[in-house]
């Protein structure tokens, strides 16, 4: 067995090491991250789990802990650019097990991690249920959305969060009640090295047809500024002034007048449509769009004054 590893740039060899008899998740090794995320970019990571239980993931956990492996949690990777030298350690990925909802009388719902949030869009219209129809079209499991705080349209994730569950490195078990999360714009500060498991959510009732319009009408915004058809992770930047965001300037609004739409660094270009999108026109590397965030973060900065903060996670190495 070899558990050499872990510094910079050197590899986890671990095709032995990961000797779980009771484990009923898959594990693969060195794989692609473009694979794993909606910008179909980034190097290989060394190690990919994909927990089907608590169990599974309470065993991951404590061996990654004890081996002290360094690890990265993703849902969906729709929010994630992962650098072409890909990832040295361990994703554990939910998106295998944890996709239960249980629902708790009319409008309440426990949704496993790894819950796709169209999934919870698509239940809660069919309940009679509002609440959640600004997240129509945002990919991305729950678990990622409690994260960044997904929001659109002046909605957040938060809006009907009532709790988290959480689980340790050591594999124990934590419930957050809302009063105890601290959400951000496109943020939540978690306790560091924890992996949230499940989302506790509350919604209003109402009339189908209410819910089914709101949609409609979220869906036509969506289409009309966002109709973006190569891979991307969404929106780059953050918007600036975001605690009023509402009313601020929009982060695209600023690249654009920049005259930056449809500049273009190998494989990635500023989207002509959406000019706070970076598109993947097939070939991107990672590389391409780290240089071409410097570009408009450096002119949007020099023509508007205003610093551009990045809303995507740069995760791996170069
Ligand atoms: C076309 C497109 C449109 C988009 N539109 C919007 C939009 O309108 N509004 C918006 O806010 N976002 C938008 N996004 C961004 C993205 O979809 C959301 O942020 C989404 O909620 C992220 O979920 P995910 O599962 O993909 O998270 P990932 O990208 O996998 O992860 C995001 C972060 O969460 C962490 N994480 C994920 N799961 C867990 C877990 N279970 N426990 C602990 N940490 C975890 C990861 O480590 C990472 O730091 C868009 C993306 C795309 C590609």
């Known amino acids: 067995m070899s558990y050499e590893l872990k510094t910079k740039n050197q590899k986890l060899k671990t095709q032995n090491c990961f000797p779980f008899p009771r484990f009923k998740g898959r594990i693969l090794f060195d794989v692609p991250m473009k694979d794993y995320t909606s910008f179909r970019i980034g190097g290989p990571a060394d190690v990919m789990v994909f927990p089907k239980g608590e169990d599974d993931l309470r065993e991951i956990l404590s061996f990654v802990q004890l081996k002290d492996f360094p690890v990265l949690f993703i849902g969906s990777g729709t929010n994630l650019l992962v650098r072409d030298g890909g990832i040295r350690g361990v994703v554990i990925n939910l ?4 996709r239960d909802m249980q629902w708790k009388g009319e409008d309440e719902v426990t949704a496993g991690a790894g819950v796709k949030l169209s999934e919870i869009v698509n239940e809660c219209r069919k309940r009679g249920l ?24 002046g909605k957040e994730i938060k809006d009907v969060v009532t709790g988290i569950d959480l689980m340790d490195m050591k594999g124990n078990k934590e419930f957050i009640n809302k009063d105890g999360m601290r959400f951000l714009y496109r943020g939540c500060i978690l306790p560091s090295n924890h992996i949230i498991t499940s989302v506790h959510l509350k919604f209003k009732r109402d009339d189908t047809r209410d819910i089914e319009r709101r949609i409609k009408e979220f869906k036509k915004k969506r289409g009309e500024t966002q109709s973006v058809c190569y891979p991307s992770a969404g929106s780059i930047f953050k918007n600036p002034n975001h605690e009023g965001w509402n009313n601020g300037v929009s982060a695209g609004k600023l690249i654009d007048e920049a005259g930056l739409k449809g500049t273009r660094i190998g494989g990635a270009m500023v989207s002509d449509v959406h000019a706070n999108y970076i598109v993947n026109l097939g070939s991107a590397k990672a590389a391409d769009v780290i240089t071409l ?5 450096d002119k949007v900065l020099k023509e508007k004054g205003v610093m551009l903060e990045e809303e995507i996670k740069i995760v791996g190495e170069d």
């Open 293 to 297: 965030l410097g570009i408009i973060r």
């Open 130 to 153: 509002a609440g959640l129809e600004f997240a129509v079209q945002i990919p991305g499991t729950i678990g990622g959305a409690v994260v960044m705080n997904t929001g659109a349209y």
């Open 95 to 98: 998106s295998d097990g944890f």
